[in-house]
């Protein structure tokens, strides 16, 4: 292999890794747009005001178990 042969097959090898890279570039913007276009459903207020059919009873408990959601933390008033 001469020296003119390895340098054409060093360029060519940076060049299909350019592509790569641009073509995973290119997938990724795309899913994030994707995720971007699909949104996501709107989150409420903790608490009873901010039910629209809230229950007819409601103590301290149910508001801190509301108020903590979705977090995997237990209430600090047990």
Not at 16 to 30: I, T
């Amino acid at each position: 292999m001469t020296f003119a042969r390895s340098k054409e097959m060093t360029w060519m090898a940076a060049l299909l890794a350019s592509a790569a890279m641009g073509a995973g570039m290119l997938f990724a913007y795309e899913r994030m747009q994707r995720n971007r276009r699909a949104g996501f459903p709107p989150v409420r207020d903790a608490g009873r005001k901010s039910m629209e059919n809230p229950p007819r009873e409601w103590d301290l408990l149910d508001e801190t178990n509301d108020a903590s959601f979705p977090a995997s933390d237990p209430p600090g008033n047990y």
